[in-house]
DNA sequence: TATGAATGAGATTTCATTCAT
DNA sequence: AATGAATGAAATCTCATTCAT
C-alpha cells in the first residue's frame, strides 16, 4: 500500500530522529541531510529553511499520537491509565524533541501556531468527553481542560526527560497520579 | 543602604532583560554587554561563558520569586489565590526568560542541576507546609507534591505567553483553577 | 598526467607560501583561505583546524625533501656537498616554514609525533647507508647518527634564515664545512 | 648583599617559570603578572611589551649559563664532558624557555639581534679557546665554530624537549657524543 | 608605585543557505 | 531530482594593552 518512501519522508524521517538524540540547536541542516543519505543541498529542495523541517517532523509526531490514542480508546474505553501510558510512553520516546518544541514555541511563530492548533483539536476532543457540545467556532474552552492538558503534557515530559526520577519520585507513581487527576477531572 | 551595583551586577540585570526580551538563543554575548553599557571582553571577565550569565541570571531570578512568595505569606497566610497570583506574575514578567530556561534545562548540566536543586526545595516547602517531617536527605519526595508544582509552573508558563489567551480561555479563570487546585492538594 | 589541483590542493600551496611569509602566529585562517582565492568557511571544509593545516603543509614539504633527495642521489652518488646543497636549498627556500616548525613543535601534540616519524625515517636511512641492518622496530638508533641529522638542520636552519651571515661567516663555507661533517661520519 | 628583589626582578622570574611551562604564545601578560603577585597593569609599568620581558628573561638565562659555564670552568678545565653537562642541564631545566625562543628570533628583531650578539661572544671565546687573537671587530668567525656551537644547542635542545629519548637514542650517549665532537673540534 | 577595571581589535570557528551542474 | 562545492555573516571568546585613581 504504501510505496517506497520518498525523499521527503526520509529526511523528515532522519530529522526526527535527530532532532531526538541532538536538539533542535544541537544539530545543523547539513546533517540532518546526511542523516539521511543525501547531501545538504537537498535539504533546501523539500524545506524552505530548517524551521520547516522541524514543523513537519513535529506534525507527524503529533499525528503519531492522536493514532496511538486512538488505537487505545477502541480497547480500552474508560480507563486513564491506559491513555496516561500511551501519552508518557510516547512522550518518553520523543524526550529530546519536546524539549526542541519548547525551545522553538516561544520563537517561531508557524510552530506556535501549529501547537496551538493542536491544542484546540486536544480541548474539543476533551469537551465532546464530557457531553459537551462543542461550538463550531471552537473558540471558547474550560479553563479546568487546559488546566489537564497542560499537567498532561508537563508530567510526561518530567518523566520523560528523567526529571522526576532525579529528584526522588517513582516514575511510575506518577502515572498513577495521572490517572487519578484524569478520573477526578472526569467526575 | 544598598551600594551602588557593581559591573557583574549591571551585566546580570541586562542579560535578564535581554534574555528575557530576545531569547537565549536570540542573543549573543556581545548585545549583552553592550546592553549593560560595557564593551565585549567585560563580559568575560565576569563570567567564562554565556551559559553562565544565564545560570547566574536564572539563580537571581529564583531567589526573586521566593522573597516574593515569602512576603506573600507573611500577608495573606492560607490563600492559595495570593500565591498563585504571585507566581503567575513573576513568569508572566519573566516570560522570555522561562522559554530560555526551557531550552537549556535540557541541554545545560550546570542549568539541569541548579534547577533540580530548585526544585527540591519547592518540594521540601511543600512537605513542610503539609506538616510532615521532611527526611534529613530529602531524597524521597511525593507524586502529588511534584505533580501540583508541574501543573503550577506549567499553568503560569502558559498564562504568561498568552498561550491560554490564544486559545479563549480567560486567564483570570485559569487563575482561579490554579488556586481551587492548590486547595485540593492541602485539604 | 596531474589533474587540475583540487580545492584542498590550492589550500594546501596558499598555506604554505603564507605561513612561509608570516609564520604560523602570523596568519589565520580567514588569510589563508583568502589566500587560495576561497572565503573563510572553505577552510573548514577541509580542515578541522588551523593546525591540521600546517600538518599537511608539513607532510609535504617533507615528501617535497625526499623526492629532491632521491633525485640527486641517483645522479651525484656518494657526493656530500651535492646533498648538503639540495637539503640547505630547501631550507633556505621554506626558512620562514621551518621556524613555524620549530615553533609547533613543543606544543602540538600531532605535529610533533609526525616530526618524529620523519626523524626516524631518515635515521633508519642513515642506518642502511653505512651498510648496517635496521632492526625491523626500528626502534634502537646511533647517538652519531641522530648527532648528524640534528647538525644537519641547525646548520642548514642558520643559513636559511641568514643567521650565519648576520654572525660574519660565509655561508658557502659552512655549507663545505657540512660536507666534510658528512665525509667525517661515513668513514 | 643582593637586596630584596624588585618587582621587576619578580615579575622576570615569575615570568621566566611560566614561559618555561607554558610557552611564549601560551600565556598572556596578565598571568604573567598574576604568576608574580600583581595586577596586569603592573606588568606594564615594568615592560613596554610582552615580548620585552622575554628579551629580559632570555637575557637572564644567558648570564645564568655563563655563570655556570665559568664556575665549571675553573674546576674543570680541558673537560669537555662536564662542558657537556652544564650546558645541557641548564637547557634540560628550561626546555620550555629554549622552545619560546625558537618562536621569537625568526619573528622578533630584538630578541633575533640579542641572540646574535650572545652568538659573537660564544664565537670569540671559542676562538680564545683555540689561541687564536679575535680581530677587533670580532665580525668574521670560524665556520668550524659556528657550526659546534649549532650542533651543540641543537643537540642540548634534543635532549632537553625529550626528542632523544623518544627516537630510542640513550640521552646520556648522545651527551658522551656531543664530548666526542668537542674533542675533535679542539684537537 | 601599583592596581582595578575595562577594552578595541581581532582569531577561530560555525551554520543556514545557495548555485552551477 | 540530487549534489558537490562553496560562502556571507556572524557568534564566541581571547589578549595585549590602557587609564583613572
Redesign the pocket.
Known sequence: MAGSPT?RDRLIAAAAETFNRDTYHG????RL?RAA??????????FP??RAAFLAVYREWVDAEWNALEDTLKEAVGDPRAIVDVVVDHHVRWAGLRASLRVLVPVDEQVREFARRQRRRQLDWLARLRGRRVPVSGRHHEPRDLALLLTFERVADAIADGEAAALGVNPDDLRTQLATTVRQWFA
Open positions: 525523499t544539530t545543523d541542516t547539513n541531510a543519505g543525501f547531501a545538504p543541498a537537498t535539504f533546501y529542495k523539500h529553511d530548517k
